[in-house]
């Protein structure tokens, strides 16, 4: 009997990889998903946390990858890089995209972890998929970049997209027939209308749309907190819990030397709840308000009441109307401080990180 292939897909959430990897399991192969937690990941935990509002009401707060892996009916393995992604993300040999975004270097990256990992011989798997598309991204989806994929991940012939396969060069898995190449792809292009009418076919009536890309570093605004952290720290490298909490509430720095998290709403203050132990943490006690936390050292009296009166600003506080607030050190007692709140105009654009 012939022997059964397996392929190991990677997983992003996004409609991509959930069609490679379905279009590839229709030809009988075994497929199982991977999907990376770098720590920048949209499908992190903080995407879920927020309330939604306005359009976004009716979006479910799930992790898509784990979905996707629903909807394909496979195993998903989600597996733990945050350390070893630092050196990529910190020095991409590639370069950055048009934000902090290391994509071709990600790439690299994750093609070689899928292979170590999938052909690892407790697992067994012959090749690698991805959902990649040529011509869809400009610096790491081209008709050169592709091929350094598969060549600097070191998985080669051994890496198959099928989304767009006819228009690249055949692969082992199909010069062996264990998939028929007349049955993949051959999209190219930022037009994703034959995506959307391929998921059709499959029945498949809903997916994700990341907007941009699969992780934080293609957000501009994030990418402007990250390099605000680094010059704060005076070197460019991250904590887990930097990175996390990047993602969460408005980030204004008044002074060099502090920053000032404060929570957007109740999901948001509830998660920087967690980080109380770690972090100076400030409470509205007058007022209902947010929770701020900051990040920084050696701050004075005034530092805090400056703090303070910002807090105020986003409490109900009115202008300049007395505000007060707890503020509770790591490891140490709350102390209540009266001030006032400060009036909105005051706060200064260039605060806001
Ligand atoms: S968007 Fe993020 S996760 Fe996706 S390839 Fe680029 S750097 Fe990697």
């Not at 229709?26 to 935990?45: D, R």
């Not at 359009?55 to 707060?61: I, L, Q, R, S, V």
């Not at 052909?119 to 008709?143: A, L, W």
Request: aromatic share 8%; glycine share 10%; with cysteine.
């Amino acid at each position: 009997m012939e022997q059964q292939r397996k392929a190991v897909a990677l997983i992003s959430g996004g409609l991509d990889s959930m069609l490679a990897a379905k279009t590839v399991m229709e030809q009988g192969i075994h497929v199982e998903g991977l999907n990376f937690f770098t720590g920048f990941c949209v499908e992190g935990h903080t995407q879920a946390i927020r309330e939604r509002r306005g359009p976004n009401a009716e979006k479910p707060k799930r992790n898509n990858a784990l979905w996707v892996a629903e909807q394909l009916g496979i195993k998903l393995h989600i597996v733990d890089v945050i350390e070893e992604y630092k050196e990529v993300m910190l020095n991409p040999r590639h370069g950055y995209g048009q934000h902090l975004n290391p994509c071709l270097d990600c790439k690299v990256f994750m093609v070689r972890k899928a292979q170590a990992w999938g052909f690892m011989e407790q697992h067994g798997f012959d090749f690698v998929i991805t959902g990649e598309v040529m011509g869809q991204r400009p610096k790491s989806q081209t008709k050169q970049t592709m091929p350094l994929i598969a060549r600097e991940s070191g998985v080669e012939d051994r890496l198959l997209r099928p989304l767009s396969a006819k228009v690249l060069t055949e692969t082992l898995p199909e010069r062996e027939g264990w998939v028929d190449r007349e049955r993949l792809h051959g999209f190219h292009g930022r037009n994703r209308k034959p995506q959307i009418e391929l998921a059709k076919k499959f029945g498949f009536t809903e997916w994700a749309q990341p907007s941009g890309g699969c992780c934080f570093l293609t957000n501009e605004h994030y990418s402007d907190k990250l390099k605000d952290l680094w010059q704060a720290q005076g070197k460019r490298d991250y904590e887990l819990d930097d990175i996390m909490l990047l993602k969460v509430g408005r980030h204004l720095r008044p002074a060099p030397h502090f920053k000032l998290i404060i929570g957007r709403e109740e999901g948001e203050n509830q998660y920087l709840e967690g980080y109380r132990h770690q972090f100076i943490c400030l409470r509205p006690v007058s007022h209902r308000g947010p929770l701020c936390i900051i990040d920084g050292d050696n701050l004075s009296a005034e530092d805090f009441a400056q703090a303070g009166r910002i807090l105020g600003r986003y409490s109900q506080a009115a202008d300049d109307e007395a505000f007060a607030f707890e503020l509770t050190k790591p490891g140490g007692q709350g102390e209540v401080i009266h001030t006032t709140a400060l009036p909105g105009p005051q706060i200064k654009p260039g605060w806001h990180v």
